[in-house]
């Protein structure tokens, strides 16, 4: 059992008799890529990106996500993939996020790594990283062959006509409706 002094700490504590407890710190390098993801987006210039479906509907159906960390040889080594706001002085951002990276994992979990190897996979223009911000969408265009308020008198047909291609204006015709009536 150990003893405590009055007024100090308890000693004995650990194996060597110093004043640590008993134990290991073991830090997943999984927690080590996303510390230094997380780090890469402090760096102004670095912007979040996400291919595939998931830009648009969340994490389903993402294909990637940018950054992206990798860890090598229990932390010694961190491979960074990011997307930059274009336009953008890509070595000035690029050195900036190595070394705030490799500071912050160093600061956070004790681990030193030796090398962080940034590569830019993406670029992202600054106006639509700010339409993004702001809440907005782009979706594709809608294609219209004729103009809604010009529409045919006649039905559509199949059969080509002496003045051009048929329209099928039935397929291309935008329609929204909005339901104003409240659901119980």
């Known amino acids: 059992m150990a003893e405590q002094e009055p007024g100090g700490p308890v000693s004995g504590g650990g194996p060597s008799g110093d004043d640590s407890p008993p134990g290991t710190l073991t830090i997943a390098d999984r927690v080590l890529e996303k510390i230094a993801a997380r780090a ?24 990637s996500a940018l950054p992206n960390a990798t860890v090598h040889a229990g932390g010694t080594r961190i491979t960074l993939s990011l997307a930059l706001e274009w336009p953008c002085a890509v070595a000035e951002v690029s050195r900036r996020t190595r070394d705030h990276v490799a500071a912050e994992v160093e600061r956070l979990t004790g681990v030193v790594p030796l090398r962080v190897d940034v590569t830019v996979s993406k670029f992202e223009p600054r106006q639509a990283i700010r339409r993004r911000q702001r809440g907005y969408v782009d979706l594709p265009p809608v294609r219209e062959d004729t103009p809604p308020d010009t529409a045919q008198a006649n039905p ?3 059969a080509p006509d002496a003045a051009g291609p048929p329209h099928r204006t039935a397929a291309f015709t935008p329609t929204i409706s909005i339901e104003t009536g409240a659901r119980r």
Do not use: F, T
Request: glycine share 18%.
């Open 40 to 63: 890469a987006l402090d760096i102004p210039g670095v912007v979040r990106h996400r291919s595939g479906v998931g830009s648009v509907l969340g994490p389903v159906g993402e294909r």
């Open 156 to 158: 559509p047909s199949d």
